[in-house]
T-cell receptor, first 115, second 115 residues
Framework: DAMVIQNPRYQVTQFGKPVTLSCSQT?????MYWYQQKSSQAPKLLFH???????NEADTPDNFQSRRPNTSFCFLDIRSPGLGDAAMYLC??????????????FGPGTRLTVT | GDSVTQMEGPVTLSEEAFLTINCTYT??????LFWYVQYPGEGLQLLLK?????DKGSNKGFEATYRKETTSFHLEKGSVQVSDSAVYFC??????????????FGKGTKLSVIP
């Protein structure tokens, strides 16, 4: 089945130690998104790639970076995690063609713990 | 800006009860509307969608109708099951200048169904 895969499902890192979360998709969608979701809250968009074009949300901290080496893969880098960065990180994909939008498909998420 | 307002939870129902989760929105342009469901520890799954006024989305016994006149997209199910216990997010999507279509989420409604 075509899907969005996130690895690892659970990640523990130390305060200030860089960490990378990965996302891959077999849907061949041209848009990929990264969300941060804290407990009992809605997901918050951090940034997205439209093809190779990177689009950062205005309030996303500089501590968060992303890479998309090809259509299938996208990475979230947290350069110096703080305790406040502990959250579920969700990757999503969608297909956008001309002026038509399509629904977003989410991965299972990576639960990040910062010690 | 665009926004989604959904009823506060938590909602607790007995099995086979009728479910309504209210959702209203404000948006510029013509949004697409979605309901996503999130089971504990998982990512978001698309439950149903509607892309234009008077469309009815339906899936797994859940229904919602896109009401432009009342700017609403209420979720309903005639008979809930214990397995429906989850958090439900109403969301809208409109085109962005970056060429992709970003989701604006409501805060989520936690549903618990008891036997």
């Amino acid at each position: 089945d075509a899907m969005v895969i996130q690895n690892p499902r659970y990640q523990v890192t130390q305060f200030g130690k860089p960490v990378t979360l990965s996302c891959s998709q077999t849907l061949n969608h041209n848009v990929m998104y990264w969300y941060q979701q804290k407990s009992s809250q809605a997901p918050k968009l951090l940034f997205h790639y439209y093809d190779k074009d990177f689009n950062n949300e205005a309030d996303t901290p500089d501590n968060f970076q992303s890479r998309r080496p090809n259509t299938s893969f996208c990475f979230l880098d947290i350069r110096s995690p703080g305790l406040g960065d502990a959250a579920m990180y969700l990757c999503a994909t969608s297909r956008t063609l001309a002026l038509t939008s399509y629904e977003q498909y989410f991965g299972p998420g990576t639960r990040l713990t910062v010690t | 800006g665009d926004s989604v307002t959904q009823m506060e939870g938590p909602v607790t129902l007995s099995e086979e009860a009728f479910l309504t989760i209210n959702c209203t929105y404000t948006a510029t342009g013509y949004p697409s509307l979605f309901w996503y469901v999130q089971y504990p520890g998982e990512g978001l799954q698309l439950l149903l969608k509607a892309t234009k006024a008077d469309d009815k989305g339906s899936n797994k016994g859940f229904e919602a109708t896109y009401r432009k006149e009342t700017t609403s997209f209420h979720l309903e199910k005639g008979s809930v099951q214990v397995s429906d216990s989850a958090v439900y997010f109403c969301a809208l999507s409109v085109g962005s200048g970056a060429g992709s279509y970003q989701l604006t989420f409501g805060k989520g409604t936690k549903l618990s169904v008891i036997p």
